[in-house]
């Protein structure tokens, strides 16, 4: 079965160096039962700017784009089975959590949380997800 590409106008398509290049990246692809997820950032779908410098605003983000890319491709939540999540600053990690329950509203997941320095200035939060349809 061919991987079949996922795109949504509803969040940014990521893995640019500057905006007015394009991106080698998909936002997802399905690879039968399975849709993987690029890493979603807090960036506005249209502008491509980073929404704001708060934690939990960027989570929401984030997050909203992520489920974008997820329904573009026929996944909810309830489809997730792993997330990597990527925070510049693991102090943030309280109110990221938070934030991260208070949206996914009691679905699980497998998550995985590091901390480390995604490519562009001022993304304080990252994630990717792999969803399985089967």
Excluded: W
């Excluded at 991987?3 to 500057?18: H, R």
């Amino acid at each position: 079965m061919p991987k079949i590409i996922v795109q949504s106008a509803q969040a940014p398509v990521t893995g640019f160096t500057d905006k007015s290049t394009p991106s080698p990246l998909a936002q997802g692809i399905r690879a039968g039962d399975f849709l993987y997820v690029s890493g979603q950032g807090p960036l506005d779908p249209v502008t491509k700017d980073v929404v704001s410098d708060d934690i939990r605003e960027q989570t929401r983000r984030t997050l909203q784009n992520l489920m974008a890319v997820l329904e573009a491709g026929g996944a909810t939540a309830a489809n997730i089975v792993n997330m990597r999540v990527c925070l510049r600053d693991v102090a943030d990690f309280p109110a990221f959590n938070e934030e991260f329950r208070a949206f996914m509203g009691g679905e699980k997941v497998t998550r995985t949380c590091i901390g480390g320095t995604p490519h562009r200035p001022g993304v304080r939060v990252e994630i990717d997800c792999v969803a399985y349809f089967g």
